[in-house]
């Protein structure tokens, strides 16, 4: 069994454009290739054959994570938000050993940051996750015995309640690319690094 990665891919990204005439994750960086496709790569870098959620009919999204590496999970259950996103694909995968979340809207997120949370799922019942600064960034690692309950969230509140309540082993990394994320527009800096 080895542990998978999870890449939550299907989100709206209203906050980016609330009139919904821009897709998010298709906006491009200044390589000319979307933050979803970056955001892909580091996951797939690290842990090859990541998952990626989408919901149905988002060809494009598609397009730019199967380039990156990914394997696709298309699922409506993805409409109803991240949590239910996420319990869909951990259940797609519920043979693995852990499960490595990130985002698709965090395309400087390093590879070698999944791949330090990866590696730090040692036990099944391990919760792990990088922090810079004090606060805890992302990719978060669970171990196999949180399967069950991934897999039974529902609506749009992602692991959040179950971080609230595990034992968080908190990694220090070096610096803030496991923070940052594109909500709006002017998050897409073209002076921020790119994913290494």
Known sequence: MTVRGILLAAGYGRR????????????????????????????????????????????????????????????????????????????????????????????????????????????????VAPMHGGRRGHPVGFGAAWGRRLAALEGDRGARDLLQEADVRLLDWHDDRILRDVDQAADLDPALPSCG
Do not use: N, Y
Request: proline share 6%.
């Open 16 to 127: 980016f454009d609330p009139e919904g005439r821009r897709d998010k994750l298709l906006a491009r960086l200044a390589d000319g290739r979307p933050l979803i496709w970056h955001s892909a790569l580091a996951l797939c870098a690290a842990l090859p054959g990541s998952l990626a959620v989408v919901r149905p009919g988002q060809a494009e999204r598609v397009h730019w994570l199967r380039l990156a590496g990914c394997e696709i999970l298309e699922t409506a259950h993805a409409e109803q938000g991240m949590g239910s996103a996420l319990a869909a694909a951990v259940a797609a995968s519920a043979d693995a050993a852990g499960w490595v979340i990130a985002l698709a809207d965090m395309p400087w997120l390093p590879a070698a940051a999944v791949g330090r949370v990866a590696a730090a799922i040692d036990r099944p019942d391990t919760v």
